[in-house]
DNA sequence: TAGTGGTCTAGACCACAAA
DNA sequence: TTGTGGTCTAGACCACTAT
Protein backbone atom coordinates (compact mmCIF):
# COMPACT_ATOMS: atom_id res chain seq x y z
CA UNK A 1 0.00 0.00 0.00
CA UNK A 2 1.90 3.49 -1.24
CA UNK A 3 1.92 5.88 0.18
CA UNK A 4 0.55 9.36 -1.71
CA UNK A 5 1.30 12.36 -1.90
CA UNK A 6 -1.82 14.02 -2.18
CA UNK A 7 -1.39 16.51 -5.37
CA UNK A 8 -2.09 20.32 -4.71
CA UNK A 9 -5.19 19.59 -6.26
CA UNK A 10 -8.50 22.23 -5.85
CA UNK A 11 -10.45 19.75 -5.18
CA UNK A 12 -11.06 18.89 -1.05
CA UNK A 13 -8.29 16.62 0.33
CA UNK A 14 -10.81 14.14 1.59
CA UNK A 15 -12.57 13.89 -1.52
CA UNK A 16 -9.08 13.28 -3.25
CA UNK A 17 -7.71 10.69 -0.43
CA UNK A 18 -11.04 8.38 -0.70
CA UNK A 19 -10.05 8.60 -4.72
CA UNK A 20 -6.43 7.20 -3.63
CA UNK A 21 -7.99 4.71 -1.33
CA UNK A 22 -10.60 3.45 -3.67
CA UNK A 23 -7.98 2.36 -5.71
CA UNK A 24 -5.60 0.61 -3.14
CA UNK A 25 -8.83 -1.32 -1.99
CA UNK A 26 -9.86 -2.39 -5.29
CA UNK A 27 -5.82 -2.95 -6.43
CA UNK A 28 -4.40 -4.29 -3.01
CA UNK A 29 -6.84 -5.82 -0.41
CA UNK A 30 -9.95 -7.61 -0.56
CA UNK A 31 -13.28 -8.82 0.79
CA UNK A 32 -12.76 -9.01 5.21
CA UNK A 33 -8.99 -7.95 5.15
CA UNK A 34 -8.08 -4.83 7.50
CA UNK A 35 -7.32 -1.54 6.69
CA UNK A 36 -3.94 0.02 8.48
CA UNK A 37 -5.68 2.02 11.58
CA UNK A 38 -6.81 5.50 11.32
CA UNK A 39 -3.86 7.44 12.91
CA UNK A 40 -1.41 5.02 10.96
CA UNK A 41 -3.39 6.27 6.99
CA UNK A 42 -3.30 9.69 8.22
CA UNK A 43 0.21 10.06 8.80
CA UNK A 44 0.85 8.13 5.98
CA UNK A 45 -0.82 10.26 3.66
CA UNK A 46 0.10 13.65 5.55
CA UNK A 47 -3.23 14.58 6.92
CA UNK A 48 -5.10 15.42 10.04
CA UNK A 49 -6.92 11.90 11.51
CA UNK A 50 -10.12 14.27 10.67
CA UNK A 51 -9.96 14.30 6.86
CA UNK A 52 -8.48 11.00 6.83
CA UNK A 53 -11.85 9.97 8.99
CA UNK A 54 -14.26 11.83 6.36
CA UNK A 55 -12.91 10.25 3.71
CA UNK A 56 -13.65 6.92 5.00
CA UNK A 57 -17.12 8.21 5.90
CA UNK A 58 -17.66 8.04 1.96
CA UNK A 59 -16.28 5.05 1.53
CA UNK A 60 -18.59 3.76 4.44
CA UNK A 61 -21.44 5.20 2.64
CA UNK A 62 -21.02 3.46 -0.45
CA UNK A 63 -20.55 0.03 1.35
CA UNK A 64 -17.44 -0.46 0.50
CA UNK A 65 -15.55 -0.19 3.70
CA UNK A 66 -17.06 -1.45 7.44
CA UNK A 67 -15.67 -0.13 11.03
CA UNK A 68 -15.59 -1.85 14.19
CA UNK A 69 -14.71 -0.54 17.03
CA UNK A 70 -11.89 -1.70 18.44
CA UNK A 71 -11.10 -4.05 15.52
CA UNK A 72 -10.43 -1.85 12.97
CA UNK A 73 -11.49 -0.75 9.54
CA UNK A 74 -12.61 -3.76 6.81
CA UNK A 75 -13.06 -4.09 3.19
CA UNK A 76 -16.82 -5.04 3.01
CA UNK A 77 -18.06 -7.75 1.15
CA UNK A 78 -20.60 -7.16 -1.92
CA UNK A 79 -23.76 -5.38 -1.28
CA UNK A 80 -26.72 -8.60 -0.44
CA UNK A 81 -29.16 -7.86 -3.49
CA UNK A 82 -32.46 -8.05 -1.62
CA UNK A 83 -35.73 -8.79 -3.72
CA UNK A 84 -38.50 -7.10 -2.59
CA UNK A 85 -42.06 -8.01 -3.63
CA UNK A 86 -44.48 -9.63 -2.16
CA UNK A 87 -44.48 -12.85 -4.41
CA UNK A 88 -40.78 -13.09 -4.32
CA UNK A 89 -39.67 -12.69 -0.75
CA UNK A 90 -42.24 -14.63 0.77
CA UNK A 91 -45.37 -12.73 1.98
CA UNK A 92 -47.35 -13.74 4.64
CA UNK A 93 -48.97 -16.68 4.34
CA UNK A 94 -45.92 -18.33 2.39
CA UNK A 95 -44.12 -20.99 3.00
CA UNK A 96 -40.11 -20.01 2.93
CA UNK A 97 -40.80 -17.40 4.88
CA UNK A 98 -37.73 -19.02 7.36
CA UNK A 99 -36.07 -15.07 6.80
CA UNK A 100 -38.34 -13.14 8.85
CA UNK A 101 -38.30 -13.03 12.72
CA UNK A 102 -41.65 -11.84 14.31
CA UNK A 103 -40.64 -8.97 16.93
CA UNK A 104 -44.44 -7.71 18.18
CA UNK A 105 -47.18 -7.78 17.13
CA UNK A 106 -49.74 -4.32 18.96
CA UNK A 107 -52.93 -2.95 18.36
CA UNK A 108 -53.73 0.82 19.19
CA UNK A 109 -54.82 3.97 18.13
CA UNK A 110 -53.15 5.02 14.75
CA UNK A 111 -51.07 8.57 14.57
CA UNK A 112 -51.75 11.31 12.52
CA UNK A 113 -49.28 9.85 10.01
CA UNK A 114 -50.27 6.25 9.65
CA UNK A 115 -54.06 7.25 9.21
CA UNK A 116 -53.54 9.75 6.58
CA UNK A 117 -51.69 7.26 4.89
CA UNK A 118 -53.73 4.43 4.93
CA UNK A 119 -56.58 6.83 4.23
CA UNK A 120 -58.61 6.36 7.84
CA UNK A 121 -59.58 8.71 10.58
CA UNK A 122 -56.86 9.52 13.17
CA UNK A 123 -57.03 7.19 16.22
CA UNK A 124 -58.64 4.38 14.42
CA UNK A 125 -57.71 1.24 16.09
CA UNK A 126 -55.00 -0.24 13.39
CA UNK A 127 -52.90 -3.52 14.47
CA UNK A 128 -49.06 -3.21 13.96
CA UNK A 129 -46.53 -6.31 13.22
CA UNK A 130 -43.38 -5.50 13.92
CA UNK A 131 -40.93 -8.17 12.35
CA UNK A 132 -37.13 -8.22 11.26
CA UNK A 133 -36.08 -9.57 7.59
CA UNK A 134 -33.32 -11.90 7.78
CA UNK A 135 -30.73 -12.79 4.93
CA UNK A 136 -28.05 -15.44 4.79
CA UNK A 137 -28.61 -15.05 8.74
CA UNK A 138 -27.94 -11.19 8.90
CA UNK A 139 -30.22 -9.02 10.08
CA UNK A 140 -30.78 -6.49 6.81
CA UNK A 141 -34.33 -4.95 7.56
CA UNK A 142 -36.92 -4.15 9.78
CA UNK A 143 -40.82 -3.85 8.97
CA UNK A 144 -43.93 -2.12 10.48
CA UNK A 145 -46.92 -3.35 9.10
CA UNK A 146 -50.05 -1.34 9.70
CA UNK A 147 -53.75 -2.65 9.13
CA UNK A 148 -56.60 -1.41 10.38
CA UNK A 149 -58.63 -3.08 12.08
CA UNK A 150 -61.28 -2.54 10.23
CA UNK A 151 -59.96 -4.47 7.62
CA UNK A 152 -59.97 -7.83 9.66
CA UNK A 153 -63.34 -7.55 10.93
CA UNK A 154 -63.06 -10.93 12.74
CA UNK A 155 -59.35 -10.68 14.49
CA UNK A 156 -59.67 -13.40 17.22
CA UNK A 157 -59.04 -11.94 20.48
CA UNK A 158 -55.36 -13.31 20.13
CA UNK A 159 -53.17 -11.63 22.41
CA UNK A 160 -51.36 -8.99 21.30
CA UNK A 161 -48.29 -8.80 23.18
CA UNK A 162 -45.13 -7.07 22.80
CA UNK A 163 -42.20 -9.34 22.62
CA UNK A 164 -43.73 -12.29 21.72
CA UNK A 165 -42.39 -15.35 19.93
CA UNK A 166 -44.61 -14.61 16.72
CA UNK A 167 -47.65 -16.44 16.53
CA UNK A 168 -49.85 -13.36 17.15
CA UNK A 169 -48.39 -11.63 14.00
CA UNK A 170 -48.51 -14.68 11.94
CA UNK A 171 -52.17 -14.43 12.64
CA UNK A 172 -52.65 -10.98 11.39
CA UNK A 173 -50.30 -11.91 8.40
CA UNK A 174 -52.19 -14.57 7.55
CA UNK A 175 -55.53 -13.15 7.80
CA UNK A 176 -54.03 -10.14 5.90
CA UNK A 177 -53.10 -12.33 2.99
CA UNK A 178 -56.53 -14.08 3.05
CA UNK A 179 -57.77 -11.16 1.92
CA UNK A 180 -56.36 -11.30 -1.23
CA UNK A 181 -53.70 -8.26 -2.30
CA UNK A 182 -54.07 -7.56 -5.74
CA UNK A 183 -52.05 -4.74 -5.55
CA UNK A 184 -48.79 -2.66 -4.02
CA UNK A 185 -47.70 0.73 -4.37
CA UNK A 186 -44.37 1.31 -3.16
CA UNK A 187 -41.74 4.33 -2.61
CA UNK A 188 -37.61 3.94 -1.75
CA UNK A 189 -35.94 6.94 0.07
CA UNK A 190 -32.89 7.60 2.19
CA UNK A 191 -33.36 7.63 5.87
CA UNK A 192 -31.26 7.40 9.00
CA UNK A 193 -31.82 5.00 11.64
CA UNK A 194 -34.12 6.38 14.81
CA UNK A 195 -33.09 4.56 18.09
CA UNK A 196 -35.88 2.28 18.01
CA UNK A 197 -34.64 0.51 14.62
CA UNK A 198 -31.22 1.08 15.47
CA UNK A 199 -31.38 -1.11 17.99
CA UNK A 200 -33.28 -3.76 15.94
CA UNK A 201 -30.75 -3.19 13.00
CA UNK A 202 -28.16 -3.97 15.74
CA UNK A 203 -26.50 -0.74 14.77
CA UNK A 204 -25.92 2.70 16.32
CA UNK A 205 -28.08 4.95 15.53
CA UNK A 206 -28.08 7.30 12.66
CA UNK A 207 -27.25 4.20 10.67
CA UNK A 208 -28.14 4.93 6.60
CA UNK A 209 -31.13 3.00 5.73
CA UNK A 210 -32.98 2.71 3.18
CA UNK A 211 -36.70 3.22 3.37
CA UNK A 212 -39.64 1.40 1.81
CA UNK A 213 -42.67 1.97 2.22
CA UNK A 214 -45.47 -0.11 0.66
CA UNK A 215 -49.21 -0.08 0.11
CA UNK A 216 -51.71 -2.95 -0.04
CA UNK A 217 -54.66 -3.11 -1.52
CA UNK A 218 -57.64 -5.22 -1.61
CA UNK A 219 -60.59 -5.26 -3.94
CA UNK A 220 -59.39 -1.61 -4.59
CA UNK A 221 -58.76 -0.56 -1.09
CA UNK A 222 -55.80 0.26 1.19
CA UNK A 223 -55.80 -2.55 3.97
CA UNK A 224 -52.39 -2.28 4.79
CA UNK A 225 -49.32 0.02 5.02
CA UNK A 226 -45.56 -1.34 5.59
CA UNK A 227 -42.76 0.31 6.44
CA UNK A 228 -39.56 -1.15 6.00
CA UNK A 229 -35.87 0.51 6.61
CA UNK A 230 -33.22 -1.70 4.53
CA UNK A 231 -29.66 -1.48 6.14
CA UNK A 232 -28.21 0.68 3.14
CA UNK A 233 -24.92 -0.22 3.55
CA UNK A 234 -25.37 -4.05 3.12
CA UNK A 235 -28.62 -3.69 1.11
CA UNK A 236 -29.19 -3.45 -2.85
CA UNK A 237 -32.71 -3.55 -3.08
CA UNK A 238 -33.95 -6.03 -6.48
CA UNK A 239 -37.58 -5.29 -7.82
CA UNK A 240 -37.68 -8.20 -10.51
CA UNK A 241 -40.47 -7.65 -12.30
CA UNK A 242 -40.33 -10.48 -14.26
CA UNK A 243 -38.17 -13.77 -15.02
CA UNK A 244 -35.46 -11.55 -16.59
CA UNK A 245 -32.17 -12.99 -17.69
CA UNK A 246 -29.50 -13.23 -14.74
CA UNK A 247 -26.27 -12.46 -15.78
CA UNK A 248 -25.67 -10.20 -13.07
CA UNK A 249 -22.78 -11.26 -11.25
CA UNK A 250 -21.63 -7.93 -11.45
CA UNK A 251 -20.78 -8.22 -7.83
CA UNK A 252 -17.41 -6.55 -8.75
CA UNK A 253 -17.36 -2.98 -6.74
CA UNK A 254 -18.78 -0.34 -8.47
CA UNK A 255 -22.48 -0.50 -9.20
CA UNK A 256 -21.56 -0.52 -13.19
CA UNK A 257 -20.28 2.91 -13.36
CA UNK A 258 -20.86 5.49 -15.95
CA UNK A 259 -20.41 6.02 -18.83
CA UNK A 260 -17.16 5.08 -19.60
CA UNK B 1 -36.12 28.67 19.04
CA UNK B 2 -35.32 27.40 22.60
CA UNK B 3 -31.58 27.14 23.62
CA UNK B 4 -30.95 23.27 24.63
CA UNK B 5 -29.26 22.82 27.74
CA UNK B 6 -28.29 18.65 26.54
CA UNK B 7 -28.52 16.48 29.05
CA UNK B 8 -26.08 14.14 30.25
CA UNK B 9 -27.29 11.36 28.60
CA UNK B 10 -25.04 8.20 27.27
CA UNK B 11 -26.02 9.00 23.75
CA UNK B 12 -23.54 11.42 21.47
CA UNK B 13 -23.89 14.57 21.89
CA UNK B 14 -24.75 14.88 18.20
CA UNK B 15 -27.20 12.64 18.13
CA UNK B 16 -29.06 14.11 20.74
CA UNK B 17 -28.55 17.40 19.44
CA UNK B 18 -30.05 16.36 15.96
CA UNK B 19 -33.48 14.98 18.19
CA UNK B 20 -33.74 18.21 19.64
CA UNK B 21 -32.99 20.60 16.45
CA UNK B 22 -35.90 18.06 14.43
CA UNK B 23 -38.21 19.08 17.50
CA UNK B 24 -37.47 22.43 16.77
CA UNK B 25 -37.63 22.56 13.30
CA UNK B 26 -41.07 20.90 13.37
CA UNK B 27 -42.25 23.03 15.74
CA UNK B 28 -41.13 26.39 14.66
CA UNK B 29 -39.76 26.18 11.46
CA UNK B 30 -41.30 25.96 7.76
CA UNK B 31 -40.17 25.02 4.46
CA UNK B 32 -37.57 27.62 2.78
CA UNK B 33 -37.04 29.28 6.22
CA UNK B 34 -33.18 29.77 7.41
CA UNK B 35 -31.55 28.62 10.40
CA UNK B 36 -29.06 30.66 12.58
CA UNK B 37 -25.79 30.35 11.43
CA UNK B 38 -23.81 27.12 12.75
CA UNK B 39 -21.83 29.62 15.00
CA UNK B 40 -24.21 30.59 16.54
CA UNK B 41 -26.52 27.56 16.80
CA UNK B 42 -23.01 25.71 18.18
CA UNK B 43 -22.76 28.91 20.76
CA UNK B 44 -26.40 28.19 21.76
CA UNK B 45 -25.69 24.66 22.55
CA UNK B 46 -22.76 25.15 24.25
CA UNK B 47 -21.11 22.57 21.52
CA UNK B 48 -17.79 22.95 19.19
CA UNK B 49 -18.83 23.79 15.71
CA UNK B 50 -17.93 20.16 14.20
CA UNK B 51 -20.50 18.87 16.68
CA UNK B 52 -23.27 20.78 15.68
CA UNK B 53 -22.10 20.15 12.14
CA UNK B 54 -22.43 16.28 12.94
CA UNK B 55 -25.53 17.00 13.96
CA UNK B 56 -26.29 18.73 10.59
CA UNK B 57 -25.10 16.52 8.66
CA UNK B 58 -27.65 13.83 9.61
CA UNK B 59 -30.13 16.09 8.95
CA UNK B 60 -29.04 16.91 5.72
CA UNK B 61 -28.56 13.44 5.19
CA UNK B 62 -32.68 12.79 5.85
CA UNK B 63 -33.22 15.69 3.72
CA UNK B 64 -34.90 17.89 5.90
CA UNK B 65 -32.16 20.92 5.53
CA UNK B 66 -30.49 22.42 2.52
CA UNK B 67 -27.30 24.08 3.31
CA UNK B 68 -25.56 26.87 1.08
CA UNK B 69 -22.18 28.05 1.47
CA UNK B 70 -22.60 31.94 1.48
CA UNK B 71 -26.25 31.85 2.29
CA UNK B 72 -27.05 29.70 5.67
CA UNK B 73 -29.31 26.57 5.95
CA UNK B 74 -32.39 25.95 5.00
CA UNK B 75 -35.67 24.18 5.67
CA UNK B 76 -35.71 21.33 2.63
CA UNK B 77 -39.03 20.89 1.21
CA UNK B 78 -40.76 17.43 1.74
CA UNK B 79 -39.43 14.71 -0.79
CA UNK B 80 -40.12 15.05 -4.64
CA UNK B 81 -42.12 11.24 -5.41
CA UNK B 82 -40.65 10.40 -8.81
CA UNK B 83 -41.70 7.69 -10.57
CA UNK B 84 -39.73 4.72 -11.74
CA UNK B 85 -40.84 2.78 -14.43
CA UNK B 86 -40.64 2.27 -17.99
CA UNK B 87 -44.80 3.13 -18.92
CA UNK B 88 -45.12 6.14 -16.07
CA UNK B 89 -41.89 8.23 -16.54
CA UNK B 90 -42.88 8.19 -20.14
CA UNK B 91 -39.60 6.06 -21.84
CA UNK B 92 -37.82 6.02 -24.90
CA UNK B 93 -40.56 7.68 -28.03
CA UNK B 94 -43.40 8.58 -25.57
CA UNK B 95 -44.61 11.73 -25.99
CA UNK B 96 -44.22 13.22 -22.70
CA UNK B 97 -41.05 12.92 -22.32
CA UNK B 98 -39.96 16.32 -21.81
CA UNK B 99 -38.74 16.54 -18.48
CA UNK B 100 -35.77 14.33 -20.13
CA UNK B 101 -32.60 16.28 -21.34
CA UNK B 102 -30.63 14.70 -23.78
CA UNK B 103 -26.74 14.92 -22.96
CA UNK B 104 -24.63 12.95 -25.14
CA UNK B 105 -24.48 10.05 -26.78
CA UNK B 106 -21.51 7.90 -27.45
CA UNK B 107 -20.33 4.58 -28.70
CA UNK B 108 -17.17 2.86 -27.68
CA UNK B 109 -16.25 -0.23 -26.44
CA UNK B 110 -17.74 -1.72 -23.50
CA UNK B 111 -15.84 -1.85 -20.22
CA UNK B 112 -15.90 -5.13 -18.33
CA UNK B 113 -18.66 -3.86 -15.84
CA UNK B 114 -20.84 -3.20 -18.43
CA UNK B 115 -20.09 -5.74 -20.96
CA UNK B 116 -20.78 -8.56 -17.88
CA UNK B 117 -23.65 -6.49 -16.70
CA UNK B 118 -24.99 -6.58 -20.44
CA UNK B 119 -23.94 -10.49 -21.40
CA UNK B 120 -22.10 -9.54 -24.27
CA UNK B 121 -17.89 -9.78 -24.68
CA UNK B 122 -15.74 -7.06 -23.29
CA UNK B 123 -14.73 -4.44 -26.18
CA UNK B 124 -18.07 -4.95 -27.96
CA UNK B 125 -19.48 -1.68 -29.19
CA UNK B 126 -21.67 0.33 -27.07
CA UNK B 127 -23.86 2.77 -27.55
CA UNK B 128 -24.31 4.97 -24.52
CA UNK B 129 -26.71 7.58 -23.90
CA UNK B 130 -26.49 9.70 -21.39
CA UNK B 131 -29.37 12.46 -20.42
CA UNK B 132 -30.88 14.45 -17.23
CA UNK B 133 -34.02 13.87 -15.89
CA UNK B 134 -35.81 16.97 -14.65
CA UNK B 135 -38.84 16.93 -11.94
CA UNK B 136 -40.54 20.60 -11.64
CA UNK B 137 -37.53 21.95 -13.72
CA UNK B 138 -34.93 20.46 -11.05
CA UNK B 139 -32.86 18.36 -12.25
CA UNK B 140 -33.15 14.90 -10.22
CA UNK B 141 -30.91 12.31 -11.55
CA UNK B 142 -28.22 11.20 -14.25
CA UNK B 143 -28.96 8.26 -16.94
CA UNK B 144 -26.58 6.40 -19.04
CA UNK B 145 -28.54 3.68 -21.03
CA UNK B 146 -25.89 1.23 -22.76
CA UNK B 147 -27.36 -0.90 -25.71
CA UNK B 148 -25.10 -2.60 -27.25
CA UNK B 149 -24.32 -2.15 -30.92
CA UNK B 150 -25.77 -5.99 -32.11
CA UNK B 151 -29.03 -5.19 -30.23
CA UNK B 152 -29.27 -2.50 -32.84
CA UNK B 153 -28.36 -3.92 -36.41
CA UNK B 154 -29.02 -1.04 -38.77
CA UNK B 155 -27.94 2.30 -36.66
CA UNK B 156 -27.76 4.57 -39.38
CA UNK B 157 -24.63 6.81 -39.13
CA UNK B 158 -25.96 9.28 -36.92
CA UNK B 159 -23.28 11.58 -35.69
CA UNK B 160 -22.21 10.41 -31.88
CA UNK B 161 -21.88 13.52 -30.42
CA UNK B 162 -20.52 14.29 -27.05
CA UNK B 163 -22.30 17.17 -25.73
CA UNK B 164 -25.25 17.06 -28.92
CA UNK B 165 -28.65 18.74 -28.64
CA UNK B 166 -30.22 15.54 -28.25
CA UNK B 167 -31.15 14.09 -31.42
CA UNK B 168 -28.62 11.22 -31.92
CA UNK B 169 -29.51 10.30 -28.73
CA UNK B 170 -33.39 10.42 -29.42
CA UNK B 171 -32.58 8.22 -32.03
CA UNK B 172 -30.96 5.36 -30.47
CA UNK B 173 -33.97 5.59 -27.72
CA UNK B 174 -36.45 5.46 -30.37
CA UNK B 175 -34.92 2.19 -32.16
CA UNK B 176 -34.67 0.90 -28.60
CA UNK B 177 -38.41 0.80 -28.27
CA UNK B 178 -39.19 -0.28 -31.20
CA UNK B 179 -37.45 -3.44 -30.35
CA UNK B 180 -40.16 -3.88 -28.12
CA UNK B 181 -39.24 -4.28 -24.41
CA UNK B 182 -41.12 -6.85 -22.79
CA UNK B 183 -39.13 -6.67 -19.30
CA UNK B 184 -37.30 -4.85 -16.59
CA UNK B 185 -35.53 -5.36 -14.14
CA UNK B 186 -33.99 -3.13 -11.12
CA UNK B 187 -31.84 -2.64 -8.67
CA UNK B 188 -31.63 0.29 -6.11
CA UNK B 189 -28.89 0.63 -3.81
CA UNK B 190 -27.18 3.98 -2.19
CA UNK B 191 -23.90 5.33 -3.85
CA UNK B 192 -22.46 8.48 -3.74
CA UNK B 193 -22.04 11.21 -6.97
CA UNK B 194 -18.75 10.51 -8.81
CA UNK B 195 -16.89 13.52 -10.32
CA UNK B 196 -19.23 12.51 -13.40
CA UNK B 197 -22.61 12.61 -12.02
CA UNK B 198 -21.89 15.47 -9.36
CA UNK B 199 -21.37 17.97 -12.71
CA UNK B 200 -24.34 17.27 -14.01
CA UNK B 201 -26.77 17.14 -10.67
CA UNK B 202 -25.24 20.58 -10.48
CA UNK B 203 -24.28 18.95 -6.97
CA UNK B 204 -20.51 18.74 -4.90
CA UNK B 205 -18.84 15.60 -5.24
CA UNK B 206 -20.11 12.90 -2.56
CA UNK B 207 -23.25 13.46 -2.81
CA UNK B 208 -25.21 11.06 -1.42
CA UNK B 209 -27.38 9.40 -4.39
CA UNK B 210 -29.96 6.47 -5.36
CA UNK B 211 -28.39 4.13 -7.81
CA UNK B 212 -30.95 2.52 -9.63
CA UNK B 213 -30.27 0.11 -12.54
CA UNK B 214 -32.54 -1.35 -14.99
CA UNK B 215 -32.24 -4.33 -16.78
CA UNK B 216 -34.15 -3.84 -20.35
CA UNK B 217 -35.34 -7.19 -22.27
CA UNK B 218 -36.57 -7.93 -25.35
CA UNK B 219 -37.96 -10.97 -26.79
CA UNK B 220 -35.82 -12.62 -23.60
CA UNK B 221 -32.67 -11.42 -24.31
CA UNK B 222 -31.03 -8.42 -22.57
CA UNK B 223 -31.19 -5.14 -25.02
CA UNK B 224 -30.54 -2.61 -22.68
CA UNK B 225 -28.85 -1.24 -19.21
CA UNK B 226 -30.00 1.53 -17.66
CA UNK B 227 -27.60 3.35 -14.72
CA UNK B 228 -29.86 6.17 -13.01
CA UNK B 229 -28.54 8.33 -10.11
CA UNK B 230 -31.01 9.98 -8.75
CA UNK B 231 -30.32 12.91 -6.16
CA UNK B 232 -31.10 11.41 -2.54
CA UNK B 233 -31.45 14.07 -0.74
CA UNK B 234 -34.51 15.14 -3.06
CA UNK B 235 -35.48 11.87 -4.02
CA UNK B 236 -38.36 9.81 -3.53
CA UNK B 237 -38.61 7.07 -5.56
CA UNK B 238 -41.90 5.16 -6.53
CA UNK B 239 -42.80 2.45 -7.98
CA UNK B 240 -46.55 2.24 -8.77
CA UNK B 241 -47.09 -1.61 -9.58
CA UNK B 242 -50.95 -0.74 -10.07
CA UNK B 243 -53.18 2.35 -10.06
CA UNK B 244 -53.49 2.04 -6.85
CA UNK B 245 -55.29 4.16 -4.47
CA UNK B 246 -53.54 7.84 -4.42
CA UNK B 247 -54.12 8.43 -0.58
CA UNK B 248 -50.40 9.53 0.08
CA UNK B 249 -50.41 13.12 1.16
CA UNK B 250 -48.19 12.43 3.55
CA UNK B 251 -45.52 14.87 2.76
CA UNK B 252 -45.65 15.83 6.51
CA UNK B 253 -42.39 15.13 7.67
CA UNK B 254 -40.71 11.89 8.62
CA UNK B 255 -41.73 8.72 6.03
CA UNK B 256 -44.11 7.77 8.30
CA UNK B 257 -42.37 6.61 10.92
CA UNK B 258 -42.56 3.18 13.13
CA UNK B 259 -45.42 1.29 15.44
CA UNK B 260 -46.31 4.53 17.92
C1' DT C 1 -3.14 -3.59 29.16
C1' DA C 2 -2.69 -2.09 24.52
C1' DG C 3 -4.80 -0.96 20.33
C1' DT C 4 -8.76 0.39 17.68
C1' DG C 5 -12.49 3.40 16.09
C1' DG C 6 -15.91 7.14 18.06
C1' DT C 7 -16.56 11.65 19.90
C1' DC C 8 -15.42 16.35 20.91
C1' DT C 9 -12.88 20.60 21.10
C1' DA C 10 -10.98 25.37 19.71
C1' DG C 11 -9.24 27.46 16.34
C1' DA C 12 -7.75 28.63 11.61
C1' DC C 13 -8.36 29.53 6.84
C1' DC C 14 -10.88 29.16 2.38
C1' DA C 15 -14.75 29.67 -1.18
C1' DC C 16 -18.86 31.64 -2.16
C1' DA C 17 -22.91 34.97 -2.21
C1' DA C 18 -24.98 39.16 -1.12
C1' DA C 19 -25.03 43.96 -0.14
C1' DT D 1 -16.69 44.01 2.69
C1' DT D 2 -19.27 41.00 5.46
C1' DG D 3 -21.38 36.79 6.60
C1' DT D 4 -22.17 32.12 5.43
C1' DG D 5 -21.01 27.20 5.04
C1' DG D 6 -16.79 24.04 3.72
C1' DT D 7 -12.33 22.31 4.90
C1' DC D 8 -8.51 21.18 7.81
C1' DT D 9 -5.70 20.79 11.92
C1' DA D 10 -3.65 18.91 16.43
C1' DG D 11 -4.86 17.21 20.22
C1' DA D 12 -7.70 15.10 23.90
C1' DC D 13 -10.54 11.67 25.88
C1' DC D 14 -13.93 7.82 25.67
C1' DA D 15 -15.80 3.04 24.51
C1' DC D 16 -14.91 -1.16 22.91
C1' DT D 17 -12.10 -5.54 21.73
C1' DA D 18 -8.58 -8.43 22.19
C1' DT D 19 -4.73 -10.42 24.82
Known amino acids: MAQGQLAAVPEPKYWHLRTVLVRTIDAEFSTGQILPNEREL ?21 GRLVR ?5 TLIAAPRVGVPVSRREEGWPGAAR ?24 APGETVHTVRRLRLVQGQI ?6 HVPDSVLPQLPAVPHVVGGDGEPARSVLRRLERLG ?8 ELGVAEADQAVLLERPPGTPVLIVTTQYASAGRLV ?3 VSTYRA ?10 GLVEVTPVEAQQPVGAAS
Chains 1, 2 share one sequence.
Request: charged letters at 20%.
Open 140 to 145: MATESL
Open 68 to 72: RRGIG
Open 181 to 188: IDGESRSV
Open 42 to 62: ASRFGVARATLRQALDQLELE
Open 224 to 226: GLA
Open 97 to 120: SQSWRSVDCVSAPASAQIALALGI
Open 233 to 242: DTCKLTFGET
